[in-house]
């Protein structure tokens, strides 16, 4: 019940989610439309009134189920059925002895890894650390050059993904979760993980979106997973991720069929 609860709590189903002000994701918006919602926000804002769009209101209990849009106040964007994943692939773990640390790269405001720390304390594990990757700025600028895949990727432009790390700190405190046996990895992938304190995982957890940050994970990180491990993969929906997923999976001779989580998110088990 209280991984239930913390699990409802992560995704902020309990309550109504708020809507989100009108210039929250401006950067969408062609410049003419950029600049007259913006005028129009600080010009409302000015006289205290706020202009709000409700959209994920519509269908708030499915978009919470299936992680879909970005919620305003909840500390994970992932939905319940990828945590519901998460514990499942831990717990299974943990009962098979499985050894290993547990990481997610790419954790915005923190909850998928809250989620984990909170399964670890659920079952008195705690000989095992949660590694907390990500550069709390946002996405890298698409780098061409090197990842063709990700030309055009605007996802650096969000500064709704760019958490501070003190504030995924204050969330794992809310929760009453935070101890030594989490470690924060702060920068982005290719300088933290190639030299992370990481000897083996049970559970290695990709959010990174583009296809730079997903292989990059993978190189690093995949080869310390133990036999028995889960790999769980949020993004499979998105093109540059999948096509990070396939290349390494056929680089590699992996062969483990791949599962469907819900309509992005997969996972194997390494054998
Ligand atoms: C979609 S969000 C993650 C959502 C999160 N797992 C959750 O539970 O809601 C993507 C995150 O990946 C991080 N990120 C993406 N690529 C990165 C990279 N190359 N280095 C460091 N952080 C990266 C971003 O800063 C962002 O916080």
């Not at 499985?98 to 915005?108: A, K, Q, R, S, Y």
């Not at 907390?132 to 030309?151: C, I, M, N, Q, T």
């Not at 055009?152 to 958490?163: I, M, N, P, T």
Request: hydrophobic share 40%; charged share 25%; aromatic share 10%.
């Amino acid at each position: 019940m209280y991984l239930e609860l913390i699990k409802k709590t992560l995704t902020y189903s309990l309550w109504p989610e708020p809507g989100i002000p009108i210039e929250t994701f401006n950067s969408h918006r062609p410049l003419l439309k950029r600049t007259l919602v913006s005028w129009l926000a600080a010009l409302l804002r000015s006289r205290q009134y706020r202009l709000s769009y409700h959209g994920f209101a519509r269908d708030e209990e499915s978009k919470r189920a299936e992680g879909l849009g970005w919620p305003m106040l909840a500390d994970t964007m992932i939905g319940i059925k990828r945590l519901d994943n998460i514990q499942a692939c831990l717990e299974q773990a943990i009962t098979d002895g499985v050894p290993g640390d547990l990481i997610e790269t790419g954790v915005w405001r923190g909850g998928a890894c809250i989620l984990m720390k909170a399964v670890l304390t659920a079952h008195v594990v705690e000989d095992r650390t949660v590694f907390v990757a990500d550069s709390f700025a946002g996405l890298p600028k698409p780098d061409a050059a090197h990842y063709p895949r990700d030309a055009g990727d605007r996802h650096h432009r969000e500064e709704f993904l760019a958490v501070s790390a003190d504030q995924v700190r204050g969330n794992f405190r809310k929760y009453g979760l935070l101890d030594d046996r989490v470690i924060f990895l702060e920068g982005w992938f290719k300088d933290t993980l190639p030299a992370a304190p990481i000897d083996r995982l049970c559970l290695l957890r990709l959010d990174g979106d583009m296809y730079q940050s997903t292989i990059e994970a993978l190189t690093h990180l995949y080869p310390k997973l133990s036999s028995g491990g889960f790999c769980l993969v949020d993004d499979y929906a998105l093109d540059g991720c999948r096509a990070a997923v396939d290349d390494y999976r056929r680089q590699h001779g992996i062969a483990e069929p791949i599962v469907a989580v819900d309509a992005t998110g997969v996972f194997w088990r390494k054998r």
